[in-house]
């Protein structure tokens, strides 16, 4: 690993390497975790607990019906399609002890979309929530999925309570649209089935592939990253070296988890389905974060000790009075990704809360985490408004447009290297040629390095705004407006203008209803240079965002060329 700076001074408090190759697979991880700590409770979902050893039983009764019922091959492809449910690491453990490759698939996916991912992909089986079986049924024709397991809601909640949740579900909020699956199965009855077959562990190998898992097609169609159990492991051992830091699973206390963000995105995949597997922690799962109110009113019956979230949900969160009056004794650290985190909620957060908003770095090919801020001595060392510095066993260079690494404090392409690193974009030679320099995976995203190797991202490459032939970057510029405190949410982009080639426009939800341009702009004039400050400015009710909250800069951009001209 590359001598930063900030490992002069505080390396010893960090390993500077791990072992990728610390567990065979994921399977053989996990099964640690399920003998260690059998009689905790591993999920808990709308008020029903599994403990390890449930959730290791009922694995390998999912495992079981995929190999001896359902017949399907170590290698094969499973697609997942449902949000947070005790179902999902039940389906998702077994399919990986089985061998299989797992497509993660965004349950409010179009019927395109999930025709392109499940044929991208091969997949050959899916498990899906009936409130979703509608879409399947209007392409499951055109795809190579032959096993097909439907469940619902309170499949795991048991006896009445799960029969009642099913029923309101179904027939009084009537969120399941009619369906027809002709030879579809019923995800209780699999469990049954498999329960009364012997499993037999098929040998995997750190190299096998572990997920499909598709980029959100922010830029073009969506690419299937290929993340191997070595991948996944190694992500897990860099994770669990960085948060010790934090004091995570150093007490007696079982650690509890806030789960908001799905578990088929690759934050939540990584950091709280696996790493909090890995360490016993009791995972709360919440299936509908958007209701604040029941979200808030959940997590109120816990003394939580970590969350994690992206910059929406914690402005959300930070937002609702129910919010300050959360116990957070226990809360050591909430940890955000997935898109920048603002300066004014990272300190609001740490202001309400008395614990540390820590922002960390990385993408669905590095299966995610590459940076982290330092969680040590109570997170005294973290820097707000960057990510941090590498975890163990990975390198970073910061490359200008012809591949030359610049000076530090200099802005360019931050490019990784580790075992974390995917194996490359599935079928695609040509995406995953264009994605490396060297074997350096290059991520579209502007970063800077500090003299003291904290580095800072800057901006998406492609949505960079040419303003006069100045870069304007729109973290920045959201960054600024964000702190006004009649301003909720803001998006910036980039549109046509004679003069200048662009322009800057935002997008603002307000928080007080008084809110008007010309605050905005006089608020922009104290805080930003004159080419930065927005030309246009444009009220919404809210913004587009993708399933984990993230701001869609591409979306705004696209319905605003759809709406408006620019002389």
Same mark, same amino acid.
């Given at each position: 690993?590359?001598?930063?700076?900030?490992?002069q001074?505080?390396?010893?408090k960090?390993?500077r390497?791990?072992?990728? %190759?610390?567990?065979?697979?994921?399977?053989?991880?996990?099964?640690?975790?399920?003998?260690?700590? /059998?009689d905790?409770?591993?999920?808990?979902?709308?008020?029903?607990?599994l403990?390890?050893?449930?959730v290791?039983?009922?694995?390998?009764?999912?495992?079981?019906?995929?190999? %001896?019922?359902?017949?399907?091959?170590?290698?094969?492809?499973i697609?997942?399609?449902m949000?947070?449910?005790?179902q999902?690491?039940?389906?998702?453990?077994?399919? !990986?002890?089985?061998?299989?490759?797992?497509?993660?698939?965004?349950?409010?996916y179009?019927?395109?979309?999930?025709?392109?991912?499940?044929?991208? /992909?091969?997949a050959?089986?899916?498990?899906?929530?009936?409130?979703?079986?509608?879409? &399947?049924?209007?392409?499951?024709?055109?795809?190579?999925i032959?096993?097909?397991?439907v469940?619902?809601?309170?499949?795991?909640f048991? @006896?009445?309570?799960?029969?009642?949740?099913?029923?309101v579900?179904?027939k009084?909020?009537?969120?399941?649209?009619?369906?027809?699956?002709p030879?579809?199965?019923?995800?209780?009855?699999?469990?049954?089935?498999?329960?009364?077959?012997?499993?037999n562990?098929?040998?995997?190998?750190?190299?096998?592939?572990?997920?499909?898992?598709?980029t959100g097609g922010?830029?073009?169609v969506?690419?299937?990253?290929?993340?191997?159990?070595? =991948?996944?492991?190694?992500?897990?051992?860099?994770?669990?070296?960085?948060?010790?830091?934090?004091?995570? =699973?150093?007490? *007696?206390?079982?650690?509890?988890?806030?789960?908001?963000?799905?578990?088929?995105?690759?934050?939540? &995949?990584?950091?709280n389905?696996?790493?909090?597997?890995?360490i016993?922690?009791k995972? +709360?799962? +919440?299936?509908?974060?958007r209701?604040?109110?029941?979200? !808030?009113k959940?997590?109120?019956?816990y003394?939580f000790?970590? +969350?994690?979230?992206? =910059?929406?949900l914690?402005?959300?969160?930070? %937002?609702?009075?129910?919010?300050?009056? !959360?116990?957070?004794?226990?809360?050591?650290?909430?940890f @955000?990704?997935?898109?920048?985190?603002?300066?004014?909620?990272s300190?609001?957060?740490?202001?309400?809360?008395?614990?540390?908003?820590?922002?960390?770095?990385?993408?669905?090919?590095?299966?995610?985490?590459?940076?982290?801020n330092?969680l040590?001595?109570g997170?005294k060392?973290?820097?707000?408004?960057?990510?941090?510095?590498?975890?163990? /066993?990975?390198?970073?260079?910061? !490359?200008?447009?012809?591949?030359?690494?610049?000076?530090?404090?200099?802005?360019?392409e931050?490019?990784?290297?580790?075992?974390?690193?995917?194996?490359?974009?599935?079928?695609?030679e040509?995406?995953?040629?264009n994605?490396?320099?060297?074997?350096?995976?290059?991520?579209?995203?502007?970063?800077?390095?500090?003299?003291?190797g904290?580095?800072?991202?800057?901006?998406?490459?492609?949505?960079?705004?040419l303003?006069?032939?100045?870069?304007?970057?729109? %973290?920045?510029?959201?960054?600024?407006?964000?702190?006004?405190?009649k301003?909720?949410?803001?998006?910036a982009i980039?549109?046509?203008?004679?003069?200048?080639?662009?322009a800057?426009k935002?997008?603002?939800?307000?928080s007080?209803?008084?809110?008007?341009? *010309?605050?905005?702009?006089s608020?922009?004039?104290?805080?930003?240079?004159?080419y930065?400050?927005?030309?246009?400015?444009?009220f919404?009710?809210?913004?587009?965002? /993708?399933?984990?909250?993230?701001?869609?800069?591409? &979306?705004?951009?696209?319905?605003?060329?759809?709406?408006?001209?620019?002389?």
């Amino acid at each position: 690993m590359q001598d930063y700076p900030w490992f002069q001074q505080y390396g010893e408090k960090i390993p500077r390497e791990i072992d990728p %190759n610390h567990y065979d697979s994921i399977p053989a991880l996990v099964d640690e975790s399920f003998k260690k700590y /059998s009689d905790k409770v591993a999920f808990e979902n709308m008020g029903k607990a599994l403990t390890y050893a449930e959730v290791d039983k009922l694995s390998v009764d999912f495992a079981s019906y995929l190999q %001896n019922v359902a017949g399907l091959k170590q290698g094969d492809k499973i697609a997942i399609q449902m949000p947070n449910l005790l179902q999902y690491p039940i389906v998702a453990f077994g399919a !990986l002890r089985a061998g299989l490759v797992v497509v993660n698939t965004n349950p409010l996916y179009t019927p395109n979309e999930m025709e392109h991912q499940f044929n991208d /992909s091969g997949a050959s089986a899916i498990v899906i929530l009936a409130n979703f079986a509608y879409n &399947l049924e209007k392409i499951l024709k055109d795809t190579k999925i032959k096993t097909v397991i439907v469940t619902e809601i309170g499949d795991l909640f048991g @006896g009445l309570k799960g029969a009642i949740t099913n029923f309101v579900v179904k027939k009084v909020k009537k969120m399941v649209p009619a369906y027809n699956l002709p030879g579809a199965i019923k995800f209780k009855d699999v469990l049954k089935q498999g329960s009364q077959h012997t499993f037999n562990a098929p040998t995997i190998k750190n190299e096998d592939l572990a997920f499909l898992q598709y980029t959100g097609g922010t830029t073009g169609v969506s690419k299937g990253a290929m993340l191997s159990h070595r =991948n996944i492991v190694a992500n897990l051992e860099q994770s669990c070296a960085w948060m010790e830091g934090g004091g995570l =699973n150093d007490d *007696e206390q079982q650690e509890i988890v806030i789960t908001a963000l799905p578990l088929y995105h690759i934050f939540a &995949l990584t950091i709280n389905l696996l790493v909090m597997t890995k360490i016993g922690a009791k995972n +709360i799962l +919440i299936t509908n974060p958007r209701d604040m109110e029941g979200f !808030l009113k959940e997590i109120g019956k816990y003394q939580f000790t970590v +969350i994690t979230g992206v =910059n929406t949900l914690f402005v959300g969160m930070l %937002n609702h009075p129910r919010f300050a009056s !959360l116990d957070f004794s226990r809360l050591k650290f909430g940890f @955000g990704g997935g898109m920048a985190v603002q300066k004014f909620t990272s300190e609001k957060w740490s202001e309400v809360t008395n614990s540390p908003l820590c922002e960390g770095y990385g993408l669905t090919e590095t299966s995610p985490v590459l940076t982290g801020n330092p969680l040590r001595d109570g997170g005294k060392d973290i820097r707000v408004g960057y990510i941090g510095v590498p975890v163990p /066993s990975t390198h970073i260079k910061i !490359l200008d447009d012809d591949g030359n690494e610049v000076p530090v404090g200099e802005r360019g392409e931050l490019c990784a290297k580790g075992p974390q690193v995917m194996q490359g974009y599935w079928q695609n030679e040509e995406a995953t040629k264009n994605c490396f320099a060297g074997d350096y995976f290059k991520t579209g995203d502007i970063a800077v390095m500090d003299e003291d190797g904290f580095f800072k991202i800057v901006d998406r490459k492609k949505e960079m705004i040419l303003v006069s032939g100045f870069n304007v970057y729109p %973290n920045e510029v959201e960054d600024v407006i964000a702190s006004h405190p009649k301003v909720k949410e803001v998006g910036a982009i980039g549109v046509p203008d004679s003069k200048s080639t662009e322009a800057v426009k935002v997008y603002i939800v307000k928080s007080d209803t008084s809110l008007t341009d *010309e605050e905005v702009l006089s608020y922009c004039k104290e805080n930003l240079t004159g080419y930065k400050r927005p030309k246009y400015i444009q009220f919404a009710d809210d913004l587009p965002k /993708s399933n984990v909250g993230k701001i869609m800069r591409r &979306l705004i951009k696209e319905a605003d060329a759809k709406e408006n001209t620019y002389a």
